[in-house]
């Protein structure tokens, strides 16, 4: 049996995550930006559009897997959507810490504005994959959330995700590190841009992830 789990935001009553680099939201490892790839790829196959990468939302997804792994919010009825009491970590970064057991979904999903401070004025909806072994990689994390029908109604604008709002997607972002993987998908067209991969963007070890490499605002 896969050891491998999968959680996706359902809302019920409203239907509303490693850094990359030096900071979050500079760019996209090679992971990071293979699953990006991965999922629009998926989304053609299916013929729907791609959903532009956004800076925004990459920054979250960035954050939420660095304090999964960091911190670990995670307990008996917190799962991977929930975030630490850690949330005042560099310069005009700032989140407020949730456990999400399925009825706290608001908490959650205000995440993308609390992150960008207010620059990403939308809320964002996450889907998460992680793995009992020390890394997943983007093809794994892509066939668990395609083997969960939730997950699967995200990253393809089905079921409650079909409605006009949230059809086609906005923005996209992603986050990776060690055995977490975490996709953000949102409603508005991200202000700040997209991002690149780090290879793009810098020409040192950024881009291999190595949590040697990040610079002293990442706690």
Same mark, same amino acid.
């Given at each position: %049996?896969?050891?491998?789990?999968?959680?996706?935001i359902?809302?019920?009553?409203a239907?509303?995550?490693t850094?990359?680099? @030096?900071?979050?939201?500079?760019?996209?490892?090679?992971?990071? *930006?293979?699953?990006?790839?991965?999922?629009? @790829?998926?989304?053609?196959?299916?013929?729907?559009?791609?959903?532009?990468?956004?800076?925004?939302?990459?920054?979250v997804?960035?954050w939420?897997? $660095?304090?999964?792994?960091?911190?670990?919010?995670?307990?008996?009825?917190c799962?991977?959507?929930? $975030?630490?009491?850690?949330?005042?970590?560099?310069?005009?970064?700032? =989140?407020?810490?949730?456990?999400?057991?399925?009825? /706290?979904?608001?908490?959650? $999903?205000?995440?993308?504005?609390?992150? #960008?401070?207010? *620059?990403?004025?939308?809320?964002?909806?996450?889907?998460s994959?992680?793995? =009992?072994?020390?890394?997943?990689s983007?093809a794994?994390?892509?066939?668990? !959330?395609q083997?969960? /029908?939730?997950? &699967?109604?995200?990253?393809?604008?089905?079921?409650?995700?079909?409605?006009?709002?949230?059809?086609?997607?906005?923005?996209?972002?992603?986050? %990776?590190? +060690? &055995?977490?993987?975490?996709? !953000?998908?949102?409603?508005?067209? +991200?202000?700040?841009?997209?991002?690149?991969?780090?290879?793009?963007?810098? /020409?040192?070890?950024? @881009?291999?992830?190595?949590? +040697?490499? !990040? #610079?002293?605002?990442?706690?």
């Amino acid at each position: %049996m896969r050891r491998i789990a999968a959680i996706v935001i359902l809302a019920v009553v409203a239907v509303a995550g490693t850094p990359a680099a @030096e900071d979050p939201g500079v760019c996209l490892t090679d992971d990071e *930006a293979e699953l990006l790839g991965l999922i629009n @790829e998926y989304r053609a196959d299916n013929s729907l559009p791609p959903i532009p990468g956004s800076k925004s939302l990459s920054q979250v997804g960035q954050w939420h897997v $660095w304090d999964l792994v960091t911190n670990d919010p995670v307990g008996v009825s917190c799962n991977a959507h929930s $975030w630490s009491e850690y949330g005042e970590t560099a310069p005009d970064v700032y =989140w407020t810490a949730v456990c999400y057991d399925g009825t /706290s979904g608001t908490h959650m $999903w205000n995440k993308p504005a609390q992150i #960008s401070g207010g *620059a990403y004025n939308s809320s964002g909806y996450e889907i998460s994959a992680w793995s =009992w072994g020390s890394y997943i990689s983007p093809a794994l994390a892509l066939e668990v !959330w395609q083997d969960s /029908s939730p997950h &699967n109604d995200v990253i393809l604008n089905q079921g409650i995700w079909a409605t006009n709002t949230h059809n086609p997607w906005a923005a996209m972002g992603v986050g %990776m590190l +060690d &055995n977490y993987a975490v996709v !953000w998908f949102g409603d508005l067209t +991200d202000p700040a841009g997209t991002t690149m991969a780090c290879s793009e963007v810098f /020409s040192d070890d950024f @881009e291999s992830g190595n949590t +040697d490499d !990040w #610079s002293a605002t990442v706690p």
